[in-house]
């Protein structure tokens, strides 16, 4: 009886430690969250309360961000969440959960709230428009790909030293997309054109110049049209590296066989350009892809007929679609469309044929050279399949990419983006809410990427400039406060 008093008025200590230490953050993000979906990016419309996310995948979300159920039990008038960090190194000394330690969904619901915002720190700096950035698998390396040819792969564990400066063979436009290998020893390009280079990135030559110091071997997509008969928009590796699957201009998909050394398969996948295509999960049988024809498809290599039919079809955007990332889960996948929204989708939901075609647009416009219609930014898709919506961003100009934040680190809590309006956002995946608008660049970005394992985004833009953001490190600030002064440190 005595041990089990004991063991109460620790718990009672630790809760009131907990609830002195984490009320002002709670009262924060409680003001925070007033801002729901339609909100954000629109000061004129009438404030609402926060609409969560009443599906699955905000279970799933929580579950993985969610800490062990002694911490987060009710007191009278007290929420139970987020709960502080000293509370949770508190719980974690009395041995809560029996183990010892913190479980990875603890581990998640601590770093979660580190929102990456201090900075920016200027990483390098080039003359040309960056079009690729991303973290490597495992946060080791960053890849980073522009206009002017060049390809830089930096070594984060070194201070981000240039471990390899790739110039480009046969470049059309751009580069358009890099993937690397599982391994990490391979690295392939793409542009505006049917041929994708891989470049052997493990070489010890740090430039590496086409077919000059070290070899790129072409991959040839197309069967007999000719070098420059369609350009490639999107490409990335298989989980097993055997595979690639590609997005093109002539609105095909294609998988190629490394190993074979060909084309494996080409589906006539949509009605227009293909810009985006990745691998549902590790399995590699199911494929997403999105087109300018507003649509995204979903493919199952196992049941594919003769007729190259998709598994199904998800309908929601009014315009094209330029990027889309899954969740790894062979089930949600986030979309950005050129109608100013990020969509999340569950396949579950897709139908089997195409119910509605777009034509319910009665204006001109062309997101290259004009911005959007302010009449257009209410308009709703009658056959919306899609679970949630995120608005605030701005997508003009080029394809802009969108990311699940990091699962290790943030139980893919977070939806982030970059923006033509210089910014990069960040979603709250369940509330909507906008937590963070990252501003440093003077162009837009295109590409960001956060760090697997630590809360630091990269971000890149057509300002020529790579910089990293980090935690604030003080304390437990829900939203990052922005810095004027910029810590500039060029790496060569």
């Not at 997309?177 to 990490?184: E, G, H, M, N, V």
């Not at 949509?270 to 507003?294: A, R």
């Not at 394992?453 to 890149?460: E, G, N, Q, V």
Request: some cysteine.
């Amino acid at each position: 009886i005595n041990k089990a008093m004991h063991l109460a008025a620790g718990w009672r200590s630790i809760a009131e430690m907990g609830y002195a230490m984490s009320r002002p953050e709670i009262e924060a993000e409680s003001c925070e969250e007033q801002k729901s979906l339609d909100e954000v990016g629109n000061s004129q419309r009438p404030k609402e309360l926060p609409r969560c996310l009443d599906h699955e995948i905000a279970h799933l979300t929580n579950l993985k961000s969610r800490p062990h159920e002694h911490l987060i039990r009710d007191f009278p008038g007290r929420r139970t969440l987020p709960v502080s960090t000293v509370k949770m190194l508190a719980g974690r000394e009395c041995n809560y959960s029996g183990r010892g330690r913190f479980s990875s969904a603890d581990c998640c619901h601590i770093l979660s709230r580190c929102v990456p915002g201090n900075g920016p720190l200027l990483m390098d700096q080039m003359t040309s428009r960056a079009y690729v950035s991303q973290f490597s698998a495992d946060g080791s390396l960053f890849v980073a790909g522009f206009q002017g040819s060049h390809i830089r792969i930096y070594n984060v564990d070194k201070g981000w030293k240039c471990q390899k400066n790739i110039l480009a063979k046969s470049l059309r436009w751009t580069i358009t997309d890099t993937s690397l290998s599982p391994d990490q020893r391979y690295l392939v390009y793409a542009s505006m054109s049917p041929i994708v280079h891989i470049v052997d990135i493990g070489s010890a030559a740090k430039d590496s110049l086409a077919n000059v110091t070290e070899i790129h071997e072409g991959l040839n997509f197309s069967a007999d049209n000719g070098p420059y008969s369609f350009g490639i928009f999107s490409v990335k590796f298989s989980t097993d590296g055997r595979e690639l699957v590609a997005g093109s201009s002539d609105d095909s998909l294609y998988v190629y066989d490394l190993v074979a050394n060909k084309v494996s398969l080409r589906i006539p996948a949509h009605e227009s350009d293909v810009n985006t295509v990745c691998f549902s999960d590790g399995s590699g049988h199911i494929i997403y892809s999105g087109s300018d024809d507003t649509y995204c498809k979903v493919w199952d290599r196992r049941c594919l007929s003769a007729r190259n039919k998709p598994a199904g079809v998800l309908m929601g955007h009014l315009e094209g679609i330029t990027f889309i990332d899954s969740r790894g889960d062979g089930r949600y996948f986030i979309s950005n469309g050129k109608d100013q929204m990020i969509k999340l989708w569950d396949i579950r939901k897709m139908v089997s044929n195409i119910t509605c075609h777009p034509g319910f647009r009665n204006y001109e416009w062309d997101y290259r050279w004009m911005d959007y219609p302010p009449q257009a930014r209410d308009l709703k898709h009658p056959f919306d399949r899609s679970v949630a919506t995120y608005k605030g961003h701005s997508v003009l100009r080029t394809l802009i990419r969108c990311y699940f934040s990091p699962e290790r680190s943030t139980g893919q809590k977070y939806i982030y983006t970059g923006s033509y309006d210089s910014c990069v956002y960040i979603y709250d995946v369940v509330t909507g809410a906008q937590v963070a608008a990252l501003k440093h660049h003077k162009s837009p970005v295109r590409d960001c990427s956060w760090h697997p394992d630590y809360p630091m985004i990269a971000s890149s833009s057509w300002d020529g400039d790579i910089v990293k953001w980090e935690f604030l490190g003080n304390g437990e600030a829900e939203i990052p406060v922005m810095k004027n002064k910029i810590q500039k440190r060029h790496v060569y």
